[in-house]
């Protein structure tokens, strides 16, 4: 919490203190901005990816204001279509998204800002904007499901964090009646003696297939089995697959724009 | 190869063989599409993201058909507005996205197509659509890096992504003189006894986070060091994390719209 909150702040105040030039003072911004390609109404669409995870936190628009804006600020900033106006996200909720690099499509019309949220991406709460999925039954009807209380339940996982929420459901289950045998994932959670013996395990057989040259597609095998068994050790303590890949970040990550617009001016 | 040829074919057979229906004939359908905020010209946009890496592939725009023959077909289909008509993405170039999930925004008129591509997205080649980077020097001028030849070092990254790409580049490097002491990766790449001492003893470090109650973040920060190091032992067989998610796909994964759309229909 105290993390987040001195995050917040440090935000806030950056937003006040960095003073943003107009396009035109800025070298190479407006050829920057010229090489774009904008829309009848002047903008581009927007992608905002989560640096750690890779979920789309949400989709909106810019103009050149605030393209202009957030390659200085490194705090993701929009145009609102339906207020007509700059909108940086996070000004009045805190929930800013910090982007380190802004990448742009091939038609150059379309912008990905990689970044890291500070809270919940969407209005409603939600961690991303995407909580409502098209299901489709056995005889092919169309339904939706999902409400942004269940986020978690349906929104795009890619296959880790897929893997995350299928460790947790059966941990959920643990405490319920069921008929039949156990699935390994609840044997695991169960049974920490027999977890550890199998990472350490499993970590003896991915290097075995270098030390024994065994080939590419039984190290990834076995790097998937070692995967698998340490994301039930940490299901166990707690910990979230998006806190390591946070550890892993501040370990290897370069600095990017949010880093560099927070630096203080030179005197 | 083999694999993705086999899969190219049964998609192009899938493509001529499924036969989509109108919305009307198709339970719920209408009520899902009517669901949806078009825009003036009937539109919502569409991002295709990488059910494995979480990669942003291509992001375009769809029609009520486009979407209804996704949700039929499990192929991603848009509305190409240049040529003002339904746009099967792969089926003049053979590079299908198999979709295996829809989801819709909070305003519900962004949508995600989660899915596995069959080769590359972008119609340059590139692997995905964004490949070309707005860099911020240290005065805070902007320039822009990346052709489509240079995706790897100009796309989008998330966390475990860069960290590979870093690992690449150390390895890349290890056959240049370089001034000073090397790397950790590259001693540890020079280095398969040491490697697989290191990965060994990892494991046996987040085991013990757990064997003797160390905490979430100490849990995190090992699970960080096992991560890393069978990154480098894995890099050492070319074997990229994409291949291990698709094993952790394929073991854990449900089906999805486009494993449905493939069984044979009922007699």
Redesign the interface.
């Known amino acids: 919490m105290h993390r987040g909150y001195r995050t917040l702040v440090t935000c806030a105040a950056a937003v006040e203190q960095r003073a943003v030039?107009p396009e035109s003072e800025?070298?190479?911004?407006s050829?920057?901005l010229d090489?774009l390609r904008w829309n009848n109404d002047g903008l581009v669409?927007v992608?905002a990816?989560?640096?750690?995870?890779?979920?789309?936190l949400?989709?909106a628009y810019s103009d050149r204001n605030a393209i202009c804006e957030t390659?200085?600020t490194g705090l993701a900033t929009f145009y609102s279509r339906s207020r007509r106006e700059r909108w940086c996200k996070g000004e009045t909720s805190g929930h800013f998204i910090k982007v380190s690099?802004?990448?742009?499509?091939?038609?150059?019309d379309?912008i990905?800002y990689?970044g890291d949220p500070i809270g919940p991406a969407?209005?409603?709460g939600?961690k991303t904007?995407?909580?409502?999925?098209?299901q489709?039954?056995?005889?092919?009807?169309?339904?939706?499901c999902?409400k942004?209380e269940h986020h978690a339940a349906?929104?795009?996982a890619?296959?880790?964090y897929?893997?995350e929420r299928?460790i947790q459901q059966r941990r959920d289950e643990m405490g319920q009646q069921k008929e039949g045998k156990p699935s390994w994932t609840a044997r695991l959670l169960a049974d920490?003696v027999l977890?550890?013996k199998k990472?350490?395990e499993?970590?003896?057989e991915?290097?075995e297939?270098?030390?024994a040259g065994e080939?590419?597609e039984r190290?990834?095998?076995e790097?998937?089995d070692?995967?698998?068994h340490?994301m039930v050790?940490?299901n166990?303590?707690?910990?979230p697959m998006e806190?390591?890949?946070?550890?892993?970040?501040q370990?290897?990550?370069t600095s990017g724009?949010e880093e560099?617009a927070a630096r203080p001016p030179k005197q």
Not at 26 to 29: A, E, K, L, N, Q
Not at 101 to 108: E, H, L, N, P, T
Not at 243 to 249: E, H, I, K
């Open positions: 030039k800025v070298p190479g911004m050829a920057y090489s669409a992608i990816q989560h640096v750690d995870t890779g979920e789309v949400m989709q390659l200085q690099r802004v990448f742009a499509d091939c038609d150059k379309s990905i990689l969407c209005h409603t939600a904007c995407w909580f409502s999925e098209a489709v039954g056995d005889d092919g009807g169309v339904s939706t999902g942004h349906h929104s795009p890619t296959t880790l897929a893997l299928t920490p977890l550890c990472v350490r499993e970590a003896g991915l290097c297939t270098l030390e080939g590419a190290a990834a095998s790097m998937a070692l995967l698998y340490s050790l940490l166990l303590q707690g910990v806190d390591v890949m946070r550890v892993l970040r370990r290897f990550g724009i560099k």
